[in-house]
């Protein structure tokens, strides 16, 4: 059973580009969710996705915008990028929806670090 | 809108002494799951243990067990007999348990440091 794991590790860009980060799922989980983690700050809901659809979403611009795949593998793509948007993106799956499993662990991966010049 | 304060941004102690990390929550809600995080150096996020709000029991994993009083909001994390690979950021989370569509939410971490 292979963990979920993240690509690219580190990535630098400049305002204004756009950006596509990526994340494989933890074998047998359907949903995927998206964090940011500015720096020393816990991270923050960015959204969620369950079989290939945004199913929830947290307090972010709609330049934020994700892919689900059939494979339950993700895109998270940033447009139009700001310093602000320098940050640890992590992706986290589990097993749900569903009215218990919100108790299912998330596994998270080892995050992209992106910086923003 | 939920949130999470933890109010101890560092601590430090010697190994093999048993620590308390602090955590409170607002929450209109009453069906909810409360998560602890460790964040090693490494950047992997890692379950440490979790609670049903609707238990009253506290949840224990091995050295580590919590103290949930529901109706003061708190959700500590004790760790006993502590070790140097227990040096990590702590982050306390909440998950609303209606479907599941929302995200955790996180606290802003206390970083754990474990002196030899």
């Known amino acids: 059973e292979t963990g979920v794991t993240q690509s690219p590790t580190h990535l630098i860009k400049t305002r204004g580009q756009q950006v596509t980060l990526r994340c494989s799922s933890q074998?047998?989980?359907?949903?995927v969710s998206w964090y940011q983690q500015a720096l020393g700050q816990g991270p923050q809901f960015i959204f969620q996705y369950y079989r290939e659809e945004e199913n929830g979403r947290g307090n972010f611009p709609p330049r934020f915008s994700g892919l689900q795949f059939p494979n339950y593998s993700s895109e998270l793509n940033v447009n139009a990028l700001e310093l602000d948007d320098s940050a640890l993106y992590l992706c986290a799956s589990r097993f749900g929806p569903g009215p218990q499993s919100s108790y299912n662990e998330q596994f998270f991966g080892p995050g992209t670090r992106l910086t923003v010049l | 809108a939920q949130t999470v304060t933890q109010s101890q941004p560092e601590m430090s102690v010697q190994e093999a002494e048993t620590v308390t990390l602090s955590c409170t929550y607002d929450?209109?809600?009453?069906?909810?799951?409360l998560f602890w995080y460790k964040q090693p150096p490494s950047r992997q996020m890692i379950l440490v243990i979790r609670q049903e709000a609707y238990k009253q029991q506290n949840a224990t994993e091995n050295r580590f067990s919590v103290n949930f009083q529901k109706a003061a909001k708190s959700f500590s994390l004790k760790i006993s007999d502590s070790q140097l690979g227990d040096t990590a950021m702590y982050f306390c989370?909440?998950?609303?348990?209606?479907?599941?569509?929302?995200?955790?939410?996180f606290g802003k971490g206390t970083h754990l440091i474990i002196q030899p």
């Open positions: 074998s047998g989980h359907n949903t």
């Open positions: 929450t209109s809600e009453n069906n909810y799951y």
């Open positions: 989370a909440f998950h609303y348990s209606g479907g599941g569509a929302d995200g955790l939410t």
